[in-house]
């Protein structure tokens, strides 16, 4: 399975709920382990008093007509289905997806059916990682909800292939425990998959994230997420200047509050990058000397999908739902004279698309407004001009003139001009979060 480059944190497993009132269960008593405290031998047999769901008697009175049995079966079935990558129905084989699908992780999602098989094509971890083993282990169904079946999972690997243009690292993977979740319609089609949620994030060596997430992470790429307050590396401090400081109010507003950041994918137009020989002196480039060379770079922008969130220790994030939201908020002037990071594809549709790297342009904004209706070239569709001048750290931007092609904006809203005299201080954590982009595939 092409695991999708998407993520994961948490811990929840309906399977072992608790519920209030329940009737005290008892168990036989054991014989005790040899090695146990003679005090704690005596204890075995004591079970509480309420609190325990009595898992078999819910099971037996559901009445959802797939015992559990078989939808342990159907998982599993489904899970071979998706390592293959048949799982959508290619090559001849069942469609697992309910027509209400719902693909939900603990940080993106929820994604319909459509989404989630587009996102599946983005990447090949069995490139990267072609000896990880999932470990897949106990399969149970939730007496809560007798239609969704709970496994765990456990990821051992080593990466011994390239990694979105990356050279292989040789390094090892153990990731926590997660817990993953399968539901299913009475027709056995799949109308809920979850991933990635972790039981224990001191276990491994993924800094106590999952999914694929925690794979960059144990190879040695770290990846900006918002909400990983619990890892070390990511603070404010380790970013340094290229990141906003923590928003005041809680809650700030994505249109007037520059604490917000933004990642959004979706496609470019009428591309135009001019190199031209560097003024040292001129004040745009004054402090900036680390090439003889800039670009000016002009290009139109028609969002698809965007994501709010705020830098640490917040974690707060949220799809921005509109395509016309989306370009009122990139086009805010809480944007003014901010870094954007333009990632577009290095090569077109053809057989070697598979392998594309993307390229990686870090301009600042001078200018950025809604499109005039003779700029647009896309009938009907919400359009943002941007305008400004790359860093002159920046070297592998692709000039596409030629229609629309897809294209990944990073918005950053940091508050100082420092970073662009370092504009790398920029580029890992923007080229690592444009993987949990959507991918709007030209092809």
């Avoid at 994604?111 to 090949?124: A, T």
């Avoid at 992470?217 to 923590?246: M, Q, S």
């Avoid at 800039?294 to 949220?318: E, G, M, S």
């Avoid at 944007?335 to 600042?364: M, R, Y």
Wanted: aromatic share 10%.
């Amino acid at each position: 399975m092409a695991l999708i480059a998407l993520l994961l944190l948490l811990s929840t497993a309906c399977s072992h709920a608790l519920r209030a009132g329940v009737p005290r269960m008892t168990a036989p008593a054991a014989a005790a382990s040899s090695t146990l405290r003679p005090d704690l031998a005596a204890a075995l047999g004591t079970e509480p008093e309420s609190g325990m769901a009595d898992e078999a008697a819910m099971l037996a009175s559901s009445t959802f007509p797939i015992p559990p049995d078989e939808l342990v079966s159907l998982a599993k079935a489904f899970t071979a289905a998706q390592l293959a990558g048949t799982a959508d129905g290619s090559g001849g084989n069942p469609d697992w997806f309910a027509e209400d699908f719902r693909f939900v992780a603990p940080v993106v999602g929820p994604y319909d059916k459509g989404l989630f098989i587009d996102s599946l094509k983005s990447f090949d971890l069995k490139t990267a990682f072609p000896s990880l083993s999932s470990n897949y282990h106990h399969f149970r169904v939730c007496p809560f909800k007798p239609n969704r079946v709970w496994y765990s999972v456990k990821y051992l690997g080593k990466n011994d292939g390239p990694v979105l243009g990356r050279p292989a690292t040789g390094k090892s993977v153990e990731s926590p425990v997660q817990a993953h979740s399968i539901t299913f319609n009475e027709q056995g089609e799949v109308t809920k998959f979850t991933i990635g949620y972790v039981m224990d994030k001191e276990e491994g060596n993924t800094g106590g994230l999952g999914g694929v997430f925690g794979l960059f992470w144990a190879i040695g790429t770290r990846v900006l997420i918002a909400w990983a307050e619990t890892v070390d590396d990511i603070n404010p401090a380790a970013r340094g200047l290229a990141f906003a400081p923590k928003p005041s109010p809680p809650v700030p507003d994505v249109v007037d509050d520059p604490a917000w950041l933004i990642a959004t994918s979706g496609f470019c137009s009428n591309l135009n990058v001019v190199i031209k020989e560097r003024d040292v002196d001129a004040s745009e480039t004054e402090g900036d000397t680390a090439a003889h060379f800039i670009a000016d770079i002009a290009f139109n922008y028609y969002p698809q999908t965007a994501v709010k969130f705020t830098d640490f220790p917040h974690h707060l994030a949220k799809t921005i739902e509109g395509d016309a939201a989306e370009a009122d908020a990139l086009v805010s002037s809480a944007w003014d004279h901010k870094n954007i990071a333009l990632l577009e594809p290095t090569s077109t549709c053809g057989p070697e698309q598979g392998d594309q790297a993307w390229g990686i342009s870090v301009f600042k904004v001078e200018e950025h407004r809604h499109c005039t209706d003779n700029e647009t070239a896309w009938e009907g569709h919400p359009c943002v001009h941007y305008s400004g001048y790359v860093s002159a750290a920046t070297s592998n931007f692709v000039n596409v003139n030629e229609g629309r092609f897809v294209c990944q904006l990073f918005v950053d809203s940091m508050r100082s001009e420092e970073c662009m005299k370092h504009a790398q201080c920029m580029l890992e954590p923007i080229e690592e979060l444009q993987r949990e982009c959507i991918r709007y595939n030209p092809c």
